[in-house]
């Protein structure tokens, strides 16, 4: 006899796997076209290809009516901070490996935590601000600063997670009585339209390999945004939050076999730490029922189901 766990959570724990690894396939198929075509192009048929799927859902959902109502200025900062996300992430991916980009990235639960006291006026105690600074070690244990292995491009990286963050600190103040289909939806109008822009200017004719991956990665980001919507509706906090690290993983194993980067000690260790300090802050939350970084781990105004 299955337990309960089985019956209830552990499809939708496995799913929300699945969603987070589809997401470092899509960025291993960014990184590979990036070195080739401007970002803007890599961001515009990405988005414009994640809309199908999406569209598809919103339909099956019948959640057209709800996007009737927004508000600009919240979806305007949001897609505007998730674009320089998006397009620092790509570039930075030409220099980076998987593994050391992941390593950056979640930092952003960390940048939450501070946001949330400066940004939102939320009182965080020197536990979780003990754990924010743990995890800014793991950063500098993974990336290795005084390497000879260093990057430099490692700096730009941390923009990225600047920006994401940002923009989750922006729907938590002005933006929770938001549609999540709006988010879906506008989020990806808004990428297709500052990366129109550009394209204008950097528009480069694709072999058929390229635009074919090209759109498969956009199918599979939008796959993955549906996958781990679900997995996060059926879920509570803590276990679905957690089960983004996978990311750190499959970046070290999808690098190693597609681009032949080998993790090192430093990577492995530094992102012990990261992990680490981020899993601590969300069960810290949960406990104090925060839900700052537990919550924007989730889909935008997704409600958190109880635990």
């Known amino acids: 006899m299955k337990s309960a766990f089985e019956r209830s959570y552990l499809p939708y724990f496995i799913l929300s796997l699945i969603g987070y690894s589809i997401y470092v396939i899509m960025d291993a198929i960014c990184k590979k ?31 057209w009516k709800q996007i009737k109502k927004f508000n600009l200025k919240v979806q305007i900062a949001r897609g505007l901070c998730n674009f320089l996300a998006m397009t620092i992430f790509f570039i930075s991916s030409h220099y980076l490996s998987l593994i050391s980009l992941y390593s950056i990235v979640f930092i952003a639960p960390l940048l939450l935590t501070m946001g949330a006291n400066f940004f939102l006026g939320e009182k965080v105690g020197w536990r979780r601000y003990s754990a924010v600074i743990v995890g800014f070690i793991g950063v500098v244990v993974s990336i290795n600063p005084l390497g000879e292995t260093y990057n430099k491009f490692a700096l730009l990286a941390l923009l990225s997670p600047f920006f994401a963050a940002t923009g989750w600190l922006i729907i938590k103040k002005y933006g929770e009585e938001e ?18 822009i550009l394209l204008i200017y950097f528009f480069k004719q694709e072999s058929r390999y390229d635009l074919f991956l090209n759109i498969i990665s956009g199918l599979i980001r939008g796959l993955g945004i549906l996958l781990t919507f679900i997995a996060a509706s059926k879920l509570p906090s803590s276990l679905f939050a957690p089960t983004q690290y996978v990311q750190v993983f499959s970046g070290a194993v999808i690098g190693y076999l597609y681009f032949g980067d080998i993790p090192t000690l430093n990577n492995f260790f530094g992102n012990l730490l990261i992990i680490g300090a981020g899993i601590y802050i969300i069960f810290r939350e949960l406990k104090l029922s925060k839900n700052i970084v537990s919550k924007s781990i989730r889909p935008a105004v997704l409600p958190i189901k109880k635990d």
């Not at 549609?179 to 990366?195: A, D, E, N």
């Open 179 to 196: 549609s999540i289909y709006s988010f879906m939806v506008y989020g990806k109008i808004f990428l297709i339209f500052c990366s129109g």
């Open 33 to 63: 076209l990036i070195g080739t075509y401007h970002v803007s192009q890599i961001v515009f048929i990405n988005s414009l290809f994640a809309l199908v799927p999406i569209s598809l859902f919103v339909t099956y959902k019948k959640g």
